[in-house]
């Protein structure tokens, strides 16, 4: 039988990782059903005792294992790569544009390709249609005739952006090459053999050693196997060409000066093209995510100056949140780790796309959208615009910090944090375990080269987002951004192995829901977990599935809360008018009012985000009762300590988080321009009240 797909991928991680795997975090992976992962499990079994090797072994609540001699025998036999892989659509293109970037052999042809996949002459023509208006973004083109069959067409440098790119998608998610897909590409390209791209990853870490820096796991497979298409190319004299000033900024940094007595060792062109590829080569290794920066790297652009720039970028998130930053330093610090090659890599057009986005998105939207609204100073600083897969992991750090402010959950379990991806990414996990479990003490995040070589004796749990040994400790493998799915897959595995309730109570009541499903019809699951919760403890039948609806901008902003007048006599009475919907109906005290006015008096007019637009707000201990916004709009602008305002928003928050959702989506409508005019200029309070809160459209399911 031959194995589909995603079978081979599982089988692939099973050969990979040395623990068992179990088939929550393999479905969690591959985010299908775990009946859907029994069945490959089985058609897995069977195709190994088809080839004579034994069975998948199993460990009671830890999950499926092939022995370390089986997986030996297995490689030795060489029977994976006999094995007919299935290539999906995104992998032929993928490797369409590889073999023709990498000059393989003098002509391809439809018939070439056919042989490869074996697919139809129609489903080749189709991929070829496909891949030709996806190369139209990055300025290249392909063309064909008889003679040289097809060929990539455009500038050398937007050509290895293409590879760059390619590469970085068919990385998984935990870091590491697909299996398949690399072993499928290395038989069509003798150039990407496991020993040259070890070679180069040597080289790496030598230049790692040398200049003091640490780059993160999964940078450096990926780095090096970027690496050997490049080589590939040089060698067929297929040369970079730098924009002089881009040069002379690389050249002037402390990294190339180390880079050029060590990638030496590769298999590099005649000298004069050498020393450009170098160039280029330093200028990937600059890009490249560390855990562990010198501040000697960076030649001009100093970090004094950047570390100026962060800070304005924090004051700029302070004032859209709403919130006040306690650890500006220690915040700042990780931002510059994670900007500094950042900034390379925009500079340079190094793609860096993965799923980051898509996470923060899910998980991170409110976050993500204020990031996106303040990173405006950031880009006068750098000259460009950052991306939105930068501003994602910019908006990690701000929702790491977000999701610690005010936890102090009791200590009790040890636990390690093993991340790949950065500092950014590992801060994120681990306010996300803080906030999930209670009982943690988290005592450090480490990268998998430290993890191999620290004493983990008073360790008694480890959290990984990658397949890593178990040394006597278990391990528990998570993504870097949690879902609700991956939520309840992180709670089974810990409750397997604790045989404990660490949960957090939210998670405990949905897993006696669920025990109670599996036993009885639930005819009411919100009025019967309102009901377990009010008998349990009565205080939570508040927070019962509500958290969501209670924070979205129609509820913390209804209509009653809108209002219009004429004018004001003056900045102090039109905060008392703002603010007198949040008084009537008791979301804040006469204190929260004055502590209002008394912040203007001592900072200025610093709640003015927009011209004509004032969000004044206070500390959540100065007299907030519970969440609430109030919206005042003026027909005739009053005077605010310089400044003209005509629309006032107040918010009143209990916290330092709850109110970021409505925020969040108070602000995409403030910064839609026509919008925004539209509510500066609008003339009676149902039509305000109908911008802000559309009929036809729900506006926090717009948004989320």
Known sequence: MALDQRSLEILSNLLETEEPLSVSYLAGTFQVSERSIYLDLDKISHWMKENHFSGLGHQRSRGYFIEPFMKRAIAESGILYQQEYIYSREERKSVIYLILISSIKDKWMVADFQELFHVSRNTVLDDVRLLREELKAWSLSISFDLTEGYRIKGLEKDKRRKISHLLHYHFTEEGRFSFSFFSRLGESMNFLQYSAVKHIETVIHQIEEAAGIEYTDDIIEQLSVRFAFFLRRSKHGK??????????????????????????????????????????????????????????????????????????????????????????????????????????????????????????????????????????????????????????????????????????????????????????????????????????????????????????????????????????????????????????ILLNQINGRWKQKSFSREQQMKQLMKIIGRYAKIQDAKGLTGELQGWMQPELVRVANTNKQISSLEHVLPAGHIRMLPSVGSWQEAVEEASAPLLENNIISREYVTAMRQNLLEQGPYVVIAPEIAMPHASSDAGVHQLGFSLLLLENPVDMIGKSVKLLIVVASPDDHSHLRALAELNQLLYDAGKREALLHVRDQESLVSIIHPVEQDSASSIY
């Open 239 to 488: 040369h970079i060409q730098l924009d002089p000033a881009e040069r002379e900024v690389i050249v002037n940094t402390h990294l190339y000066e180390i880079s050029k007595q060590h990638l030496w060792a590769l298999p590099l062109p005649e000298e004069t093209s050498a020393q450009e590829e170098i160039i280029y080569f330093t200028a990937h290794l600059l890009g490249a995510r560390t855990n562990r920066i010198s501040e000697s790297m960076w030649g001009e652009l100093g970090r004094s100056e950047l570390l100026a720039a962060i800070y304005s970028f924090i004051r700029e998130f302070e004032k859209f949140a709403l919130v006040e930053i306690e650890d500006k330093r220690g915040l700042a610090n990780n931002l510059s780790i994670h900007l500094q090659p950042a900034i390379f890599r925009m500079r340079y057009g190094i793609q860096m796309k993965d799923k980051a986005l898509e996470k923060v998105r899910e998980n991170l939207n409110d976050v993500y959208i204020l990031t996106k609204q303040s990173k405006h100073v950031l880009e006068t600083f750098l000259g460009q615009v950052i991306p939105d897969e930068e501003t994602a992991y910019l908006a990690m750090h701000f929702g790491s910090w977000l999701q610690q402010e005010g936890l102090a959950p009791v200590k009790k379990w040890k636990m390690l944090i093993v991340c790949h991806s950065g500092i950014g990414t590992s801060r994120l996990l681990e306010s996300q375990l803080r906030d999930l479990l209670s009982d943690i003490e988290i005592i450090d995040t480490v990268s998998l080269r430290q993890y191999h070589d620290m004493d983990i004796s008073d360790v008694d749990y480890i959290v990984s987002t990658i397949s890593i040994p178990e040394r006597e400790i278990p391990v528990i493998h998570v993504p870097i951004v949690f879902s609700e799915r991956d939520k309840e």
